[in-house]
C-alpha cells in the first residue's frame, strides 16, 4: 500500500474556480436542479468549513458546509463532496468529510445532513433520518435523506423541512438585484 501523498487543507479564495470547475466536470448542470443546490442558492458556505484536497499543487477534491434550519433549529448541510474521477477511492473524499465534521464540531454545531448514498457516508457516521422527519424542498428520495448528530442525539429531535437560514447575496430567483 503507497503513503498518502495528498493534504487536505482549508479552502482559499484562489481554490474557488477550481472548485467551481472540479463541481461542474463532477456534476454537470442538472446539480443546479437539485433541491440541496436550491438551499444553498444566495447563501455562502459556512467560514471555516471548506476544504480541499491537494497533491503537488494539482486540486483533487473539496467539500463545503452551508447553514440551514431543520424546522426551527440551525444544522448544516454537506455539499457538495466532489473528487476528480481518476483519483477516486484513494480516500479523498472520506479525508474531506473527517476534517469537515471535525471543524464544524469545533466550531459548535449541532448536527449536518445531506442528500446521498448510505453505504458511503456511513462510513463517517451518517445514518438514515426516518422517512417522514426531515423533508427537502422539492423532490428527494426520503431513502437519501442523512444525518450525523455533533452533539448527542441531535438528529434524534430534529424534525421539519430543511430550508435556508439565511440569503447572503440580495438576489431574486430571475436574477434581479433586490433594491
Not at 471555516?48 to 452551508?66: Q, T
Amino acid at each position: 500500500m503507497s503513503e498518502q501523498s495528498w493534504q487536505i487543507r482549508p479552502e482559499s479564495t484562489e481554490d474557488a474556480p477550481l472548485v467551481a470547475a472540479l463541481n461542474e466536470a463532477s456534476f454537470g448542470p442538472g446539480r443546479y436542479a437539485k433541491s440541496a443546490y436550491r438551499l444553498r442558492d444566495g447563501v455562502d458556505p459556512v467560514a471555516g468549513l471548506s476544504f480541499v484536497a491537494v497533491e503537488n499543487g494539482e486540486l483533487l477534491g473539496s467539500i463545503r458546509f452551508w447553514p440551514v434550519a431543520i424546522g426551527m433549529e440551525k444544522s448544516l448541510l454537506l455539499g457538495p463532496l466532489a473528487v476528480q474521477c481518476d483519483q477516486r477511492g484513494r480516500g479523498i473524499g472520506i479525508a474531506l468529510m473527517k476534517s469537515g465534521i471535525e471543524a464544524a464540531r469545533a466550531q459548535g454545531h449541532a448536527g449536518i445532513v445531506l442528500v446521498g448514498d448510505e453505504p458511503y457516508y456511513v462510513r463517517v457516521g451518517f445514518a438514515r433520518i426516518a422517512p417522514g422527519r426531515i423533508h427537502f424542498p422539492g423532490p428527494v428520495d426520503p431513502e437519501r435523506i442523512l444525518g450525523l448528530s455533533l452533539r448527542q442525539n441531535v438528529m434524534l429531535t430534529l424534525k421539519g423541512e430543511v430550508r435556508r437560514s439565511r440569503i447572503d447575496h440580495p438576489v431574486c430567483a430571475d436574477g434581479a438585484a433586490v433594491g
